[in-house]
């Protein structure tokens, strides 16, 4: 006790007047301010000290600071004090403080003064920033997380299959790092068999483990639990509920989080852990974020799929009726059987050569399909009539595009059908029929179908006449391109027989 005492004296010779001012001072902080020597022995402390040492701030003068306030024998690795000291300048640093296991901020400041033998003297100011530096980190884990869902929401915009979506997701899930996780994982969804899950992403996954997991069923092993459950499956090591065990397995653990939707387990995402790692909450928060936007990403992929599904029945169905309009017209006319087909054929021909959409491509082929479907109401006779026609006959023919319009107005086409059928004998010059409409307010799927309606026609025998042959046909709309027909229409026909070798079947 003499000796702690004659410590005591022998530091505390800091002017008394000093003194008395810089404890009125200190004492009205409410962190923890002392001072210390270059020894690390405390010289003065303020009332805020008994924070985190209990008792008179008086009875920690002549202390050994490491060992009052830390509990240590000696410096700890990145002391802030024993920096100042070797540098001669304020040292401010914040840590994890060894004895509470809070965060800190620490600063060391010169103050000029020296004790009695001659050892420098420094403020000592520390004040608890736990609560700042956990909502840093809790901001930070925000901004990770919402990167990170941004990132998958961006992936599920692909135009690729859900499964490559998965795989897309996954793998950046595995790049991650600050996940603690191995590289190791799967995602595995609920398909055709309800009760069964099976595997369509994975990462880092042996042939042995592919095979093992590849399906695995409600209630078995951690997925499968995790997927009869509805709720996450944690083990820090391979326990009783790890069932799918195979020999050369090694040590590990898991997160199985299921992806749920509208209250039914559609998949579990399977992330591999190190043997003994802690159950952590922001892991598992954010790997339950990542499965609610799988959920939707899942939803709305099979959504889109079963959509394109419908279109494709409805369309097959329509094409179904178009076909069957198409034979009832070759039933009026025979002499014109194929026809309609062989038009749809160049026309979609012609379609693809200029770059249209692929809606318009298929507008065209269907509208080509059912082009001539007024035709049903001409009188076969005048349909079949060998030789030259009266006037009034053929005037009777060029009611057909009007009739056939009038036939499927009221039939719901994803495309302008009964328009490009009414258009199909209007011409660039205003010269054609029923309307006298002119250049680009005829549907460019109508100007198209117009020429491939003269070729196809021209090359083939009809009742009044012999076949005319291709280079009759190609030589018409040679020669009336432009006041007839358009131009780049022709062009892309003429390129499809004399450079791509095109013909008709």
Known sequence: MRKKIEIQEEKRTIDPMISSNLINIINSLPFYVMLVDEDHHILLANHAVKKIFSGDPDQLIGEYCPKAMHGLDGPFAGCPLEESVKKGCAVEREFIEPKSGRWVSSGIYPTGLKTSNHRAVFFHMTHDITERKQAQEKLLSSYQTQAVLSK?????????????????ILDHIMSIPWL?????????????????LVMKAHYGFSPQLLKTCKEISFGHCLCGRAASSGQVEFADCVDSRHENQYQGMSPHGHYCVPIRTAGKVVGVINMYIEEKHKQNKKEEEFLCAVADVLAGIIKRQRSEDEIKQNLRDLRQAMEGSVELTTLMVEAKDPYTAG?????SILSCAIAQEMNLSE?????????GLIHDLGKISIPSEILSKPGRITDLEFNLIKNHPQIGYDILKTTQFPWPIKEIVLQHHERMNGSGYPSGLSGESILIEARILGVADVVEAMSSHRPYRPALGIDKALEEISQNKGTLYDPQVVDACLKLFRKKGFTFK
């Open 152 to 168: 998958l929401l961006n992936i599920s915009l692909l135009d690729i299959s859900l499964e490559k979506q998965l795989q897309l």
């Open 180 to 196: 603690e996780l191995k590289s190791k994982g799967s995602i595995f969804l609920v398909e055709d068999n309800p009760g069964f």
């Open 339 to 343: 026809h309609q087909r062989q038009v």
């Open 359 to 367: 809606e318009q491509i298929e507008g065209t082929k269907i509208a």
